[in-house]
């Protein structure tokens, strides 16, 4: 039967001791790279959930989080892990039900594996196995424990996760700690720290980082004290303190932490002077550091443990008033915290104290008293010593080799099928190749015959389009030409009209005389618009950064006196923000103030006409619609075409020339946009246009 080192494993237990709170700064810090992983309803849940852990209400936090998390639509896979890490603490660290924590750690397993990249894959998945391991270990089975540990560590091997490193070899340490094997403890915390040093993910660049870093400087300490090399361990010692003092300024929030942290460090530089003999240095750090931890909201347990070992100096030094004052401070605090290890040595402590006194019985009574309460503790770390860690991490590491070996010997065979079944296949294709060839051979002159017959018929075809296209160019030439040769002669016979119109004649020939005149402005009007529309093709437009919402504005008010003229009201309904749109100012407004003119000219006296500009995507929509005679089934194929059939005449018998929408449609179709129309006969008709958001690259 082995022998335990109950000092070492007490200061093991210290080392844990601040975990929980240690842990909300760590799910904070590690995933604040990471927060696009969370939904923002988790973001705002796992915040409150870790202010109410800073309060102390543990069991709080935890109610909050999963009436809370049930109102998330759609939660993220790190959401729920989580959610399951923030029960697995509950239940691993404080209420200490390691049996539930396990099966929250199996969740954490399942749920990492589904984690969507590969770096935050890593990170879970050997968060879930050192969790998983640690409530396997403090359920005593420690060979599943440290094939989780292994788990993890592959994580940090396979996808070079420095943390996941730190926290593996950190375990390690731990292990071969509890072990009695300081020297591989020293070694594995000295990895640990190294590989922390490296790490460059935001965990171990904040507190928490430096947190763990002291507190491995602190671990290299106390496993060179156990091992008698007291030099060294003052050296580490000082270097956490060091380590503290100089991350202090940086986390002024954490004053608590850094002091509960310097009080530990003190408490075990003490031991090193008490075997060295310097009780005044050792008494002076360990009421240093039981002044620190023993205050509210401290690390209460450390101090018991700190007031202990000043105990067992008071009673080597025979100083019974000091010693009896504080066994009675340490048993009202014991009453209040329970401490299994800090009240076994309350007992021994007692028993020496009463030995000291002669008073024998006392003393027998307090000793079975303590001997009692080591049973239990010195059992399960009995089991903890039988094992033998490093074989069985090298049968993992065996293992893991032989399964990479046979995933590889695997591939290896599927590769081997594949290209058989490749070259079968190639077999196979090459001789249906060869065949066709063969029988395809009395076929290539006929082939090369139809091939000259179609390059014929194309080249015919290419010179009747290339025809068509000269005709349609010199019919629009011709149309230009006459049309302007027309435009002056008639432009000048409404003028002429006009100054006669304003002399004396008789009421007959006034009329003729007015007939004239607007029979002159019609012809001029449609000559305007033929020329138009036969430069629309040939002209560029001229672009320029356009507020749609002014454009159609002004449009609309240049209109309403039109609109007056027939009783109609034009009503108006803008985007709810400016846009600026990159088009022809001209040309849009031209568009728009056709289709309000069309829908003034169709509607009856006394109606009215909507216009409205919408979002629809990456475009803007504007809408005319009225309340007129609308558009026939048998016409609508034909309203934008030049010179249609299909154009009429207003409710007040306004001339419809049937070029205007012809026009709109082409401007629409050089702004790479479209116009359309709905429409019920004697039920109105609203025409739509849409522009969409266009760079000036895309108009070339």
């Given at each position: 039967?082995?022998?335990?080192?109950?000092?070492?494993?007490?200061?093991?237990?210290?080392?844990g001791?601040?975990?929980?709170?240690?842990?909300?700064?760590?799910?904070?810090?590690?995933?604040?790279?990471?927060n696009?992983?969370?939904?923002?309803?988790?973001?705002?849940?796992?915040?409150?959930?870790?202010?109410?852990?800073?309060?102390?209400?543990?069991?709080?936090?935890?109610v909050?989080?999963?009436?809370?998390?049930?109102?998330?639509?759609?939660?993220?896979?790190?959401?729920?892990?989580?959610?399951?890490?923030?029960?697995?603490?509950?239940?691993?660290?404080?209420?200490?039900?390691?049996?539930?924590?396990?099966?929250?750690?199996d969740?954490?397993?399942?749920?990492?594996?589904?984690?969507?990249?590969?770096?935050?894959?890593?990170?879970?998945?050997?968060?879930a196995?050192?969790?998983r391991?640690?409530?396997?270990?403090?359920?005593?089975?420690?060979?599943?424990?440290?094939?989780?540990?292994?788990?993890g560590?592959?994580?940090?091997?396979?996808?070079?996760?420095?943390?996941?490193?730190?926290?593996?070899?950190?375990?390690?340490g731990?292990?071969?700690?509890?072990?009695?094997?300081?020297n591989?403890?020293?070694?594995?915390?000295?990895?640990?720290?190294?590989?922390?040093?490296r790490?460059?993910?935001?965990?171990?660049?904040?507190?928490?980082?430096?947190?763990?870093?002291?507190?491995?400087?602190?671990?290299?300490?106390?496993?060179?004290?156990?091992?008698?090399?007291?030099?060294?361990a003052?050296?580490?010692?000082?270097?956490?303190?060091v380590?503290?003092?100089?991350?202090?300024?940086?986390?002024p929030?954490?004053?608590?932490h850094?002091?509960?942290?310097r009080?530990?460090?003190?408490?075990?530089?003490?031991?090193?002077?008490?075997?060295?003999?310097?009780?005044?240095?050792?008494?002076?750090?360990?009421?240093?550091?039981?002044?620190?931890?023993?205050?509210?909201d401290?690390?209460?347990?450390?101090?018991?443990?700190?007031?202990?070992?000043l105990?067992?100096?008071?009673?080597?030094?025979?100083?019974?008033?000091?010693?009896?004052?504080?066994?009675?401070?340490?048993?009202?605090?014991?009453?209040?915290i329970?401490?299994?290890?800090?009240?076994?040595?309350?007992n021994?402590?007692?028993?020496?104290?009463?030995?000291?006194?002669?008073?024998?019985?006392l003393?027998?009574?307090?000793?079975?008293?303590?001997?009692?309460?080591?049973?239990?503790?010195?059992?399960?770390?009995?089991?903890?010593?039988?094992?033998?860690?490093?074989?069985?991490?090298?049968?993992?590491?065996k293992?893991?080799?032989?399964?990479?070996?046979?995933?590889?010997?695997?591939?290896?065979?599927?590769?081997?099928?594949?290209?058989?079944?490749?070259?079968?296949?190639?077999?196979?294709?090459?001789?249906?190749?060869?065949?066709?060839?063969?029988?395809?051979?009395?076929?290539?002159?006929?082939?090369?015959?139809?091939?000259?017959?179609?390059?014929?018929?194309?080249?015919?075809?290419?010179?009747?389009?290339?025809?068509?296209?000269?005709?349609?160019?010199?019919?629009?030439?011709?149309?230009?030409t006459?049309?302007?040769?027309?435009?002056?002669?008639?432009?000048?016979?409404?003028?002429?009209?006009?100054m006669?119109?304003?002399?004396?004649?008789?009421?007959?020939?006034?009329?003729?005389?007015?007939?004239?005149?607007?029979?002159?402005?019609?012809?001029?009007?449609?000559?305007?618009?033929?020329?138009?529309?036969?430069?629309?093709?040939?002209?560029?437009?001229?672009?320029?950064?356009?507020?749609?919402?002014?454009?159609?504005?002004?449009?609309?008010?240049?209109?309403?006196?039109?609109?007056?003229?027939?009783?109609?009201?034009?009503?108006?309904?803008?985007?709810?923000?400016?846009?600026?749109?990159?088009?022809?100012?001209?040309?849009?407004?031209?568009v728009?103030?056709?289709?309000?003119?069309?829908?003034?000219?169709?509607?009856?006296?006394?109606?009215?006409?909507?216009?409205?500009?919408?979002?629809?995507?990456?475009?803007?929509?504007?809408?005319?619609?009225?309340?007129?005679?609308?558009?026939?089934?048998?016409?609508?194929?034909?309203?934008?075409?030049?010179?249609t059939?299909?154009?009429?005449?207003g409710?007040?018998?306004?001339?419809?020339?049937?070029?205007?929408?012809?026009?709109?449609?082409?401007?629409?179709?050089?702004?790479?946009?479209?116009?359309?129309?709905?429409?019920?006969?004697?039920?109105?008709?609203?025409?739509?246009?849409?522009?969409?958001?266009?760079?000036?690259?895309?108009?070339?």
């Amino acid at each position: 039967m082995y022998k335990i080192d109950f000092l070492a494993w007490r200061n093991l237990t210290r080392l844990g001791c601040l975990f929980i709170i240690l842990l909300v700064y760590a799910c904070k810090e590690k995933n604040a790279a990471d927060n696009g992983d969370y939904s923002p309803e988790f973001l705002k849940i796992k915040n409150k959930v870790e202010n109410i852990w800073k309060t102390g209400d543990i069991k709080g936090g935890l109610v909050y989080l999963d009436s809370a998390f049930l109102r998330i639509p759609s939660p993220t896979s790190n959401d729920r892990f989580r959610r399951y890490a923030f029960h697995y603490v509950y239940y691993a660290k404080t209420i200490h039900k390691q049996d539930s924590a396990l099966i929250y750690s199996d969740s954490l397993v399942a749920e990492a594996a589904k984690m969507p990249n590969s770096r935050q894959y890593s990170m879970n998945v050997a968060e879930a196995s050192f969790s998983r391991g640690d409530a396997l270990f403090e359920l005593q089975q420690f060979s599943d424990a440290y094939q989780s540990y292994y788990q993890g560590y592959l994580m940090g091997k396979n996808y070079v996760n420095m943390a996941a490193l730190s926290d593996y070899t950190y375990r390690m340490g731990m292990i071969m700690y509890k072990q009695r094997k300081y020297n591989l403890a020293v070694k594995y915390f000295k990895d640990s720290y190294a590989q922390n040093v490296r790490d460059k993910q935001e965990v171990n660049r904040g507190f928490v980082g430096f947190y763990r870093r002291q507190e491995l400087l602190d671990n290299i300490g106390l496993s060179f004290r156990h091992n008698n090399q007291d030099d060294s361990a003052l050296v580490y010692f000082n270097k956490a303190l060091v380590e503290i003092t100089t991350n202090t300024p940086l986390y002024p929030e954490r004053k608590q932490h850094m002091d509960m942290a310097r009080g530990v460090v003190y408490g075990n530089m003490a031991e090193v002077y008490i075997q060295n003999g310097e009780n005044a240095k050792a008494e002076e750090l360990l009421k240093k550091s039981i002044a620190i931890n023993l205050r509210g909201d401290y690390d209460n347990r450390d101090a018991q443990l700190t007031e202990v070992k000043l105990g067992q100096l008071y009673l080597k030094q025979r100083k019974d008033e000091e010693l009896v004052k504080l066994l009675a401070d340490l048993k009202a605090q014991l009453d209040t915290i329970k401490n299994p290890d800090a009240e076994a040595d309350y007992n021994r402590l007692m028993s020496g104290y009463y030995a000291n006194k002669s008073n024998l019985r006392l003393a027998l009574s307090h000793l079975q008293l303590y001997n009692l309460q080591k049973d239990s503790i010195t059992k399960a770390n009995n089991l903890i010593l039988e094992t033998n860690v490093g074989q069985q991490l090298s049968n993992y590491e065996k293992q893991h080799e032989i399964d990479t070996l046979s995933t590889h010997n695997k591939l290896q065979l599927i590769y081997i099928y594949a290209v058989t079944i490749v070259a079968v296949l190639t077999a196979i294709i090459m001789f249906l190749v060869y065949r066709n060839w063969k029988r395809s051979k009395k076929d290539v002159l006929t082939v090369n015959l139809l091939n000259q017959q179609i390059n014929e018929q194309n080249h015919v075809l290419e010179n009747a389009l290339n025809e068509l296209n000269n005709s349609s160019k010199e019919k629009d030439r011709i149309l230009r030409t006459v049309a302007h040769d027309l435009r002056n002669p008639i432009g000048g016979i409404a003028s002429l009209t006009a100054m006669m119109a304003e002399d004396e004649y008789t009421d007959d020939q006034k009329e003729l005389i007015n007939l004239v005149k607007e029979t002159s402005v019609n012809s001029l009007e449609l000559i305007n618009e033929i020329l138009e529309a036969t430069n629309l093709s040939s002209v560029p437009l001229n672009l320029e950064r356009v507020d749609i919402n002014s454009l159609v504005n002004n449009s609309v008010e240049l209109l309403r006196f039109k609109a007056a003229e027939k009783n109609q009201q034009i009503l108006l309904e803008p985007l709810d923000k400016p846009m600026d749109l990159l088009i022809s100012r001209e040309k849009i407004w031209r568009v728009i103030s056709n289709l309000i003119s069309n829908a003034i000219k169709f509607s009856p006296t006394g109606e009215t006409i909507s216009v409205k500009l919408t979002e629809d995507g990456h475009q803007v929509v504007i809408s005319v619609r009225d309340n007129g005679i609308g558009i026939p089934e048998t016409l609508k194929d034909q309203v934008f075409n030049m010179f249609t059939s299909a154009q009429r005449t207003g409710t007040e018998g306004e001339k419809s020339f049937g070029l205007g929408l012809s026009i709109c449609r082409q401007i629409m179709e050089k702004h790479k946009g479209k116009i359309w129309f709905q429409s019920n006969e004697q039920q109105g008709t609203t025409f739509f246009i849409s522009l969409p958001y266009f760079k000036s690259r895309d108009f070339k």
